[in-house]
C-alpha cells in the first residue's frame, strides 16, 4: 500500500457546523486548516428539510442549503476541505497521525474532532421514504411545523420524555410510544411526563408503520406485544427519539469517552485528555445537539487550537 505523508497545523474531521465552524475561525487565524468531510459531508442537516432556529436566516433556510453557506464561508478563508473519510488515529504525539481512507498518512499539530452523532432509526421502510415529511429524529428542530397538530414519538429514555413535554406544549396532543411496560428516563423526566394531560403513552407498544398520502405523514400503525392489538394514530408528525450514536469508533482507546461512547471533554472546554486533540459538536454533546451550540464549540475548538500552537512557538522561541 501507497502511503504519501503530509504535515498540516490543524486538522478538522467533520463536516457539520461545528467542523466548519472550527474551520472559519483556524483559517481566519492562519492555522491553514485542513477538513476532512466524512462520508457525509455537510453532517446531520443535509438529511433534514427546513431550519428555522439558527440565527440570521430570519426566513428560515433548507438544511443542505445553510451547510453549503458554511462550506462556502469556511473555503472563502482558505480551508482545505476534502472529502475523505478517518480510517485509524494515533495520537501518541503531537504531531499525532490520522490515516485517511486506509492509506493517506496526515500528521496534524492539533487535531479538532467534529465528527457527529448518527439518529438512532427504528429501520422502517416506511420512516426513510417520510423523513423530512412528518418524520423526524429532532424535536427541538421541528416540532414547530406541527403546531397544534396530533403527532407520535417513540422512545421512553430522557430524550423521549424531553421532547414528549417539548411537543406537548406545542401540540394538540402527543402520542409516546413505549416498548416496554416502563420508561428507562430519569424518574423527574417520567413524572413530567405523567403529568403532561396531552400526553398519551402507549406501552408496550411497537410502531409497525408509517403511514402517509405519499407526500406527508397520516398516522402510525402500532401493535400492543401483549394483546397484539393493532392501533392507528392519527398523526402528522412521527418523532423517533430512541437514542444517538456518537461517531466514536476510531478514537477508541486514544480519547476518553463515557459508556455510551461520546468523547469525554474538561468541563466548559473543548479540551480532550490528549494534548493537541480537540472534540466539538455533538460527539462531546448528548445533551443539546443543536446545530447553534455546535457551531458555538466548534470555535471554541479552533481558539484553543489557536492558544495551543502560539503557547508551543512560545516555548520554542
Ligand atoms: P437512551 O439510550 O437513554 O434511551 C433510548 C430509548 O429508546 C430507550 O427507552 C429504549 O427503550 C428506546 N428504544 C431503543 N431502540 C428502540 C426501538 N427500536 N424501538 C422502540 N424504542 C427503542 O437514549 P436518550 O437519547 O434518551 O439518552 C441518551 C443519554 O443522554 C442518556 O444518558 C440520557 O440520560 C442523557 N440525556 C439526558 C437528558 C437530561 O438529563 N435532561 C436529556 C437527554 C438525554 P428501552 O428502554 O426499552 O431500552
Known amino acids: 500500500m501507497s502511503q504519501e505523508t503530509e504535515h498540516?497545523?490543524?486538522?478538522?474531521?467533520?463536516?457539520?457546523?461545528?467542523?466548519?465552524?472550527?474551520?472559519?475561525?483556524?483559517?481566519?487565524a492562519d492555522l491553514k486548516p485542513v477538513l476532512y468531510t466524512g462520508i457525509v459531508p455537510g453532517g446531520q442537516l443535509t438529511q433534514t428539510t427546513d431550519v428555522e432556529n439558527f440565527p440570521g436566516y430570519p426566513e428560515g433556510?433548507?438544511?443542505?442549503?445553510?451547510?453549503?453557506?458554511?462550506?462556502?464561508?469556511?473555503?472563502r478563508f482558505g480551508t482545505d476541505i476534502r472529502f475523505g473519510y478517518v480510517t485509524s488515529v494515533d495520537f501518541s504525539g503531537p504531531p499525532h497521525t490520522v490515516v485517511i481512507d486506509e492509506n493517506?498518512?496526515?500528521?496534524?499539530?492539533?487535531?479538532?474532532?467534529?465528527?457527529?452523532?448518527?439518529?438512532?432509526?427504528?429501520?422502517?421502510?416506511?420512516?426513510?421514504?417520510?423523513?423530512?415529511?412528518?418524520v423526524s429524529a429532532c424535536a427541538v428542530c421541528d416540532g414547530f411545523f406541527f403546531r397544534n397538530q396530533d403527532v407520535?414519538?417513540?422512545?421512553?429514555?430522557?430524550?423521549?420524555?424531553?421532547?414528549?413535554?417539548?411537543?406537548?406544549?406545542?401540540?394538540?396532543?402527543?402520542?409516546?410510544?413505549?416498548?416496554?411496560?416502563?420508561?428507562?428516563?430519569s424518574k423527574a423526566m417520567v413524572n413530567r411526563v405523567l403529568n403532561t394531560k396531552n400526553i398519551e403513552i402507549h406501552y408496550e407498544s411497537e410502531t409497525q408503520e408509517i403511514l402517509g398520502n405519499g407526500q406527508t405523514v397520516t398516522g402510525v400503525l402500532i401493535k400492543n406485544k401483549k394483546t397484539g392489538v393493532e392501533t392507528t394514530l392519527d398523526v402528522t408528525g412521527f418523532f423517533v427519539a430512541i437514542g444517538h450514536k456518537p461517531n466514536t469508533e476510531i478514537f477508541k482507546g486514544w480519547l476518553d469517552m463515557d459508556e455510551t461512547g461520546y468523547l469525554i471533554t474538561k468541563p466548559g472546554t473543548p479540551l480532550t485528555n490528549v494534548e493537541g486533540v480537540f472534540a466539538s459538536g455533538d460527539v462531546q454533546d448528548k445533551h443539546y445537539r443543536q446545530a447553534i451550540t455546535a457551531a458555538g464549540s466548534g470555535c471554541?475548538?479552533?481558539?484553543?487550537?489557536?492558544r495551543y500552537l502560539a503557547a508551543k512557538e512560545d516555548v520554542v522561541a
Open 104 to 134: 493517506k498518512v496526515i500528521t496534524a499539530d492539533t487535531v479538532i474532532i467534529a465528527t457527529g452523532a448518527t439518529a438512532k432509526w427504528l429501520g422502517l421502510e416506511s420512516e426513510q421514504k417520510y423523513n423530512g415529511f412528518g
Open 61 to 75: 433556510i433548507m438544511g443542505p442549503e445553510m451547510m453549503e453557506d458554511f462550506r462556502k464561508q469556511a473555503e
Open 300 to 306: 471554541m475548538a479552533a481558539l484553543e487550537a489557536e
Open 152 to 185: 407520535a414519538i417513540v422512545g421512553a429514555g430522557d430524550t423521549a420524555a424531553e421532547e414528549a413535554t417539548y411537543l406537548a406544549k406545542l401540540c394538540n396532543k402527543v402520542h409516546m410510544i413505549v416498548r416496554r411496560d416502563e420508561f428507562r428516563a
Open 8 to 28: 498540516v497545523q490543524c486538522l478538522i474531521i467533520g463536516s457539520g457546523p461545528a467542523g466548519y465552524t472550527a474551520a472559519i475561525y483556524a483559517a481566519r
